[in-house]
């Protein structure tokens, strides 16, 4: 309850924020929180300007497939609010979430699908690690959709046969704490846990990893970025992830290897034999890094954003002046015929976007 308190406070700070800087012609907010949905709302009516929430994560998902959230009629709450927001805003866009779960609550017509794009830099540059030492690399949030137990199981199998093998915990977060205790508990010195980096120094570690771990308890729609970014790194992913646009993306990449949620022991096999076979790895990493530059490019993204954008702040412009095309000159010309005269951010700020 007191997140919601604290998420719910964003709303006046942000509409405040909002008003100060000045008008917008189209207003895009960045979910979780779902209170920035409602800022957005607010600002958008208050302007008359189109309104897009960008969706990372289902909040009453994450919530009871975690367990976060146990009272259905809290619950059931959560989703009103979900549903009477999406159909407040101009546009849905669909990028960490799974599809299917999204349109539950959405009309399809309004939801568009703008897949995440690569957060990680390594230019392609694939660095050795230690001679003889295979990493095994989780990085990134250290949430309560993620099935860490997995990893720690895989982790625990892989000690003692297997004393190249080394897996890093690299992030922060509300299981970090389990993760530690754990650690030591089962004396697994083949893990090491490590504080969140700064960008460019996970980007070195991501540079070294063999592989990258991604894993999802069951029951979670979420689409982690991180998949997107090992494979646009070149490094063969293996994920523990339930069916859904998350396996999906894996396995149509052929950048690597999907095993159920919950399975430690095919999640270890997995880790196992991109240890021991460097063409294997070889194979995983071309073609994870030839899917994203066809298919999950920045490029990409930035065009079907562009002309998401343009399609609704021309039609609210038609809308509002019976058809004539609304002037504004005192913005700047881009190449396709989009003006745009203010552009800011009111959310917190992320060190760099998509993330999670």
Known sequence: MARFI?????????????????RC?????????????????????????PTVLWLQDSWSNILEATGAVRSPL??????????VLYRLVSRVVVSGVDMDHVQQFVDPAKAVVIHNWPTVSTNGERRSSTPGEFIALFGGALGLAQDFDVILDAAERLRDGNRSIRVMIAGDGPKRGY?????RKRDLRNVILMSSLPPA??????????????TLKPGVASIPSKITAFLAAGVPVVAALPDGSAATLVE??????????????RFMMAIRVLARNEVLRQNLSVAGQTFVKRHLSPELAFDRWERLLVELVE??????FGGVPWSRPSGRRRSSGVIWTKWRTFSRPSRRLPGG
């Not at 604290?6 to 000045?22: D, H, I, S």
């Not at 809290?74 to 549903?83: I, N, Q």
């Not at 039609?315 to 509002?320: C, D, L």
Request: glycine residues 12%.
């Open 201 to 214: 120094a996970y980007d070195r570690l991501v540079a070294q990893a063999g592989c990258g771990l991604v």
């Open 179 to 183: 993760i530690a205790d754990q650690v």
């Open 6 to 22: 604290r998420e719910a406070g964003y709303v006046p700070f942000m509409v405040r924020r909002a008003l100060v800087a000045g």
């Open 74 to 83: 809290l619950l059931a709450g959560v989703r009103l609010f979900e549903r």
């Open 315 to 320: 039609g609210q412009s038609n809308a509002r």
């Open 252 to 265: 149509e990449s052929y950048g690597g290897i999907r095993v159920p949620t919950g399975d430690p022991d």
């Open 25 to 49: 012609e189209a207003i895009i907010a960045y979910s979780p929180p779902l209170s920035l949905g409602v800022a957005a709302v607010l600002l958008g009516w208050l302007w008359r300007s």
